[in-house]
């Protein structure tokens, strides 16, 4: 029976009673992480811009009433530093950032200003206080300079980007590399990167994404607009690198040695696919089809052809892995918007209930961090 499954007992009870700030918190990943760190029963306590998109799970998932919630922006060092004096947390997940690659050329300033100068506030009033024991940065897959390689981007790989999105995200890794050597480690401060591939699952409205174009296409029987269908990149289920951030929280803060303190690949053991393929599956699930034009950037906006990661670091040093496939993936992700859509559900228990279904199926593949 699924309900056997207990959450809260996951990372070995680890995360209960623990204060715990999750920066970016109204955000798609960040709204399912405070749902999974809620169900491990820490004391979690969010900072982020208020929800930009209608819907959105955190309002949907009534986050504001089930954790310590404060809306602040990352660029505001009074108000964020206020907020971590006030919720003192223990360990600090830093997912605030602005996060999508075509909205980093309308609004470069913005993207720099928030993703490269909203960390260094953060990590300036991580080391004047003494209560922080690990940060966890969240960065991005598209941290690594693009030469598509088909082997998958290993951490050693040399950073870099072309677009300003990207570009911040390398700048986030070497400045969260620096502020580490420099200052944290002497401190006894656990500092690690995590850099994820491209992330699916409900929740998310955000513009300029394949799953979200095509859910809204769907459900208003509208025209999908494709502008790289053959773009190929390493899909996998919010949940799983999520399990991965979680992991090596756990880790960091356990002091398990100076390999911890480093940059992370979390991704799919499934070969990368690209947008048509994704866009095909997404179709045959909702059993539904829309018609589909391909359109042109006519602003020129370059982007990756080809992104995969290798993720044997993590599977080596942190016993981590993905649990579901491509196809699990994609069956979850479409189910929960059908049930959001077509049913009234309780959004909370519906992200709940798959959360407990993927700590059941990597409790079946022996994934060390539910056992």
């Known amino acids: 029976m699924v309900n056997m499954v207990k959450i809260e007992s996951s990372f070995k009870g680890f995360y209960k009673n623990k204060?715990?700030?999750?920066?970016?918190?109204?955000?798609f990943k960040g709204s399912w992480l405070v749902i999974w760190l809620n169900e491990l029963e820490a004391n979690v306590s969010g900072y982020a811009l208020k929800p930009n998109t209608k819907p959105n799970n955190f309002e949907l998932s009534n986050l504001k009433n089930k954790i310590k919630n404060n809306f602040g922006d990352i660029r505001d060092k009074t108000k964020l530093r206020n907020t971590i004096m006030k919720t003192k947390p223990e360990i600090i997940f830093h997912l605030a950032a602005q996060p999508l690659v075509i909205t980093s050329y309308m609004y470069p300033f913005y993207t720099y200003d928030t993703n490269i100068m909203g960390l260094i506030n953060l990590l300036e009033i991580?080391?004047?206080?003494?209560?922080?024991?690990?940060?966890?940065?969240?960065?991005?897959?598209?941290?690594?300079?693009?030469?598509?390689i088909k082997r998958g981007y290993i951490e050693s790989d040399k950073l870099g980007g072309t677009d300003p999105y990207s570009s911040s995200k390398s700048c986030v890794e070497i400045i969260s590399e620096s502020y580490y050597n420099s200052f944290f480690k002497k401190n006894n401060i656990n500092l690690a990167t995590a850099r994820a591939g491209n992330v699916i699952g409900g929740g998310d409205w955000s513009d300029y994404r394949l799953i979200p174009d095509c859910v809204k296409a769907l459900?208003?029987?509208?025209?999908?607009?494709?502008?790289n269908p053959e773009s190929v990149r390493p899909w996998q289920f919010i949940l799983e690198p999520l399990s991965g951030y979680l992991t090596l929280g756990q880790n960091i803060s356990s002091n398990?040695?100076?390999?911890?303190?480093?940059?992370?690949?979390?991704?799919?053991?499934?070969?990368?696919?690209s947008v048509s393929y994704i866009v095909r599956r997404i179709f045959a699930l909702w059993d539904h089809k829309v018609n589909i034009e391909y359109s042109k950037d006519k602003n020129n906006f370059k982007e990756t052809n080809y992104l995969h990661l290798n993720i044997n670091k993590s599977k080596k040093y942190l016993n981590w892995g993905p649990v579901y496939n491509l196809q699990n993936a994609l069956k979850e992700t479409v189910e929960w918007y059908k049930q959001v859509y077509n049913i009234?559900?309780?959004?909370?228990?519906?992200?709940?209930n798959q959360i407990v279904d993927?700590?059941?199926?990597?409790?079946?593949?022996?994934?060390?961090w539910c056992l």
């Open 219 to 227: 459900s208003k029987n509208e025209k999908l607009s494709i502008r």
């Open 19 to 27: 204060n715990i700030l999750v920066t970016g918190h109204t955000g």
């Open 358 to 368: 993927y700590t059941k199926a990597a409790r079946l593949k022996n994934i060390k």
């Open 344 to 352: 009234e559900n309780d959004v909370y228990n519906l992200c709940k």
């Open 256 to 273: 398990n040695g100076d390999k911890i303190f480093s940059a992370w690949n979390f991704g799919p053991d499934n070969k990368p696919k």
């Open 126 to 148: 991580v080391r004047s206080v003494d209560f922080v024991k690990s940060v966890i940065i969240i960065t991005s897959d598209k941290c690594y300079k693009n030469k598509d």
